[in-house]
């Protein structure tokens, strides 16, 4: 990968627009070293997993609020 081309995509990273930087790597993949791809690939990796981790938490805190919205009717239905 040629010095002006990381230095285009670093300007991309430090600007913190993480769609134009997919879209930079997506056109520019093959001008890539393989040890960049593997970062790039377990970076992303990584965001992957942790955003499929704040789904399954948010997930389970909202399967724990119906469960407690449940019981509550269980409760005033009781209670009447």
């Known amino acids: 990968m040629d010095t002006a081309l990381y230095d285009h995509f ?6 913190g627009d993480e769609d134009a930087a997919r879209e930079f790597i997506a056109k520019h ?3 890539f070293s393989e040890s960049a ?6 970076g992303s990796l990584g965001e992957m997993l942790e955003e499929a981790a704040e789904g399954a938490e948010k997930l389970a805190q909202a399967q724990e609020d119906s ?3 449940l ?3 269980g ?3 009781a209670d009447s």
């Open 75 to 77: 409760t005033l239905k």
């Open 71 to 73: 019981e509550n009717i």
């Open 37 to 42: 791809k593997i970062a790039i690939m377990g």
């Open 10 to 15: 670093l300007s991309i990273v430090q600007s």
């Open 29 to 31: 993949v093959n001008e």
């Open 67 to 69: 469960v407690e919205a």
